[in-house]
């Protein structure tokens, strides 16, 4: 296993992050009911994780119903005694109660989110503490100021935002310059073969700051994985057989252009979709840790393929010529300029 520096952070991350987003099975009305993993399999999935070097688990205060994820790696802690050998990254600011203070990144809300967290977590600590989205209603130095201070009480050792527009990541980082606050080590976005808005602003950025890129859904929710086939329902028990409207707007022919790229750099490779996709992520620009789902012990196994593929350049170019993104004005204006005028 390769490990990285936490984008700006000290401390060495695997190049696989376990994302337990599937950890637990939440009640009906939870956006993970019926796609997610039981508990003793979520126990297996981080055993073998750990055992195959992982160091990285990420999750939030919303996955699962009422912070089942927490609670149930919170529970592999005690039964494991494993806390000491993982840094752990969570999240907070979706909603988790109904009203005006349920949700948000106010000051008085990451604080007692942080509170809930720890405890569902049985940890003192959390090691990097994310922001799940830019709230519009909080001033960015609020939320700096809330979060340096979790790290000057200790309960958070590293902080870091997720689904951050670039202005705001940029806004960021002044204020904690400016008025000597913590600034993100990571920046955490969906990030994959099909998805590669990022390029357009976020990585730019972030090549000139150090900021470390932690891509979520890799596998662009199962699609990269090959067990979708254009034109054909989705097996049943698939995520996508359940979440029909992600389906629909994965159905491009972009998408299944890159589903067959991959499948011939799979043969090629003799090896599966999946660790294709994965290590075309993971040896992309400023990526630190690529953040996995898996909802079995057999997914992962697939998947922590991809932690050991290195892709000959002439595959890594065609999968980057079959997904290209369209820049779009005035970032193709400013690409196109070679110095010549
Ligand atoms: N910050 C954010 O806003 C945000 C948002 C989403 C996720 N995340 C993080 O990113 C992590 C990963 O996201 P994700 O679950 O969307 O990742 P993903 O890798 O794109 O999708 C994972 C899903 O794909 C299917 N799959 C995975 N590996 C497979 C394999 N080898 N063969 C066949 N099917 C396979 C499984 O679904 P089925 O078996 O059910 O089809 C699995 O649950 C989450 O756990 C979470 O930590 C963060």
Not at 65 to 89: M, N, P, Q, Y
Request: charged share 25%; aromatic share 8%.
């Amino acid at each position: 296993m390769e490990y990285r520096n936490l984008g700006r952070a000290g401390v060495q991350v695997s190049t696989i992050c376990l994302g337990a987003m599937t950890f637990g099975e939440p009640t009906e009305g939870s956006f993970m009911h019926g796609v997610a993993a039981p508990e003793d399999e979520a126990f297996a999935m981080m055993d073998r994780a750990l055992d195959q070097g992982v160091n990285f688990v990420d999750t939030a205060d919303v996955y699962g119903s009422d912070g089942l994820s927490e609670r149930v790696i919170g529970k592999w802690f005690e039964r494991t005694g494993c806390r000491r050998d993982v840094v752990l990254a969570t999240k907070c600011r979706f909603r988790m109660s109904p009203g005006v203070l349920g949700s948000g990144s106010s000051r008085r809300r990451i604080v007692f989110a942080c509170e809930q967290s720890l405890k569902r977590l049985k940890t003192d600590y959390i090691d990097l503490y994310q922001i799940h989205q830019q709230d519009k209603n909080t001033p960015e130095d609020e939320v700096l100021r809330a979060l340096d201070d979790l790290v000057s009480a200790g309960k958070v050792h590293y902080v870091g935002c997720s689904n951050y527009a670039a202005y705001r990541l940029v806004e960021s980082d002044w204020t904690a310059d400016k008025r000597n606050l913590t600034p993100y080590a990571t920046f955490q976005a969906q990030y994959s073969l099909s998805i590669r808005s990022l390029e357009r602003e976020h990585i730019p950025y972030m090549k000139r700051s150090g900021m470390g890129l932690l891509p979520w859904s890799p596998l662009a929710g199962g699609l990269l994985t090959g067990k979708y086939r254009k034109g054909e329902l989705a097996p049943t028990g698939t995520r996508m057989a359940s979440w029909t409207d992600a389906m629909k707007r994965f159905d491009t022919d972009r998408n299944w252009r890159i589903v067959d790229a991959l499948r011939s750099v799979a043969d090629e490779l003799s090896t599966s979709c999946a660790a294709v996709a994965l290590a075309w992520v993971r040896d992309r620009p400023t990526v630190t840790s690529v953040i996995i789902g898996a909802r079995n012990c057999a997914q992962l196994d697939d998947n922590l393929r991809g932690a050991h593929l290195v892709l000959p350049p002439e595959l890594r170019q065609r999968l980057d010529d079959v997904s290209a993104l369209t820049l779009d004005y005035p970032y193709d204006f400013i690409a196109g300029n070679d110095g010549t005028w």
